[in-house]
């Protein structure tokens, strides 16, 4: 299982798109209808699908396995959680499932999804960046550790990590593909793009200045998955992160605590070099929340 794509409603998704292709990197896939598909190098047919309305997380997207699937289908009736079965009609298509969690975060898991070709030859002495797909997405929980728990008890996913701040929650070897963070209020916190290393994440904050924007957060190393970062607060409101090389662990990992995971004072990060706007992107974390547009229905057999 791997995490793919989230799909977001926003007022004006053609000047979303344009931020994330002429300055983030992303490149168009494709629009259909007033729906705007976003891509990166890799093979997932797309990593963002803006649509026009309010602003709200319309469902983040992984894709799995027939085996996979059925296994979540049989959890997901059992814990009765509001669901039905999805047909996909975005890029890459698929059958799957959607599901709502407790705190109202939207999945879909689709199998037999399909992938497109990589693009290569992107210039490596440009300026330019191009990230390769989604590392992981974060969601704010009111209660982050009895998300965790459900996540592991009816997705099948595993705690990797516990900090003051965040549940660390994979869905196959990489430390993350999403989290919880302790924040009291359930919302979108963060979209973190894979770059290809870490010349590629420096590169990219070289671009963002050339183009008038600073981080919010980075660059830095995490603890929990040591990946590195750099965090911006998008200008069509949810924040967005250049990231790399979050660590893989074994089937077997320690469950870190958070006495695990604390820094010297003053020290948010394994470096230490970057200050943090905590107030700007408190406030960008709580624009984007969950909007179940669907009525569940009974999931097939």
């Not at 296994?71 to 799957?96: E, F, I, N, Q, T």
């Not at 430390?175 to 359930?186: C, K």
């Not at 967005?240 to 990992?253: C, G, L």
Request: with cysteine.
């Amino acid at each position: 299982m791997k995490l793919r794509s989230i799909e977001l409603s926003l007022p004006d998704p053609a000047a979303a798109a344009a931020f994330m292709v002429d300055v983030w990197g992303l490149v168009g896939a494709e629009v259909r209808g007033t729906t705007h598909y976003l891509r990166g190098s890799g093979p997932d047919p797309y990593l963002v699908a803006f649509a026009p309305g309010d602003e709200f997380v319309r469902s983040t997207t992984f894709v799995c396995t027939g085996d996979e699937l059925a296994a979540l289908k049989a959890r997901v009736a059992a814990a009765g959680w509001p669901a039905r079965p999805a047909v996909s009609g975005d890029p890459g298509g698929g059958h799957g499932i959607a599901v709502e969690l407790p705190e109202g975060e939207l999945l879909r898991f689709l199998a037999d999804a399909a992938e497109t070709a990589p693009i290569e030859g992107y210039s490596k002495a440009s300026k330019r960046v191009m990230p390769v797909k989604l590392t992981h997405v974060v969601f704010n929980a009111v209660d982050a550790e009895a998300s965790g728990h459900a996540v592991e008890q009816v997705l099948g996913f595993r705690v990797s990590d516990r900090t003051r701040g965040m549940v660390f929650v994979r869905c196959n070897d990489s430390h993350h593909s999403t989290a919880f963070a302790r924040a009291g209020f359930a919302s979108l916190n963060h979209i973190a793009f894979e770059m290809d290393d870490l010349d590629a994440v420096m590169r990219g904050i070289g671009w963002m200045r050339d183009n008038g924007f600073q981080p919010a957060w980075g660059p830095g190393r995490h603890g929990p998955g040591a990946n590195v970062y750099a965090y911006y607060i998008a200008p069509f409101g949810p924040v967005i992160e250049y990231s790399t090389a979050v660590e893989k662990v074994p089937a077997d990992y320690r469950t870190g605590e958070p006495d695990d995971w604390t820094w010297p004072e003053q020290r948010i990060d394994q470096w230490g070099i970057s200050d943090k706007d905590f107030a700007g992107l408190r406030l960008a974390e709580e624009r984007f929340c969950f909007r179940r547009e669907w009525e569940p229905a009974p999931l097939e057999n």
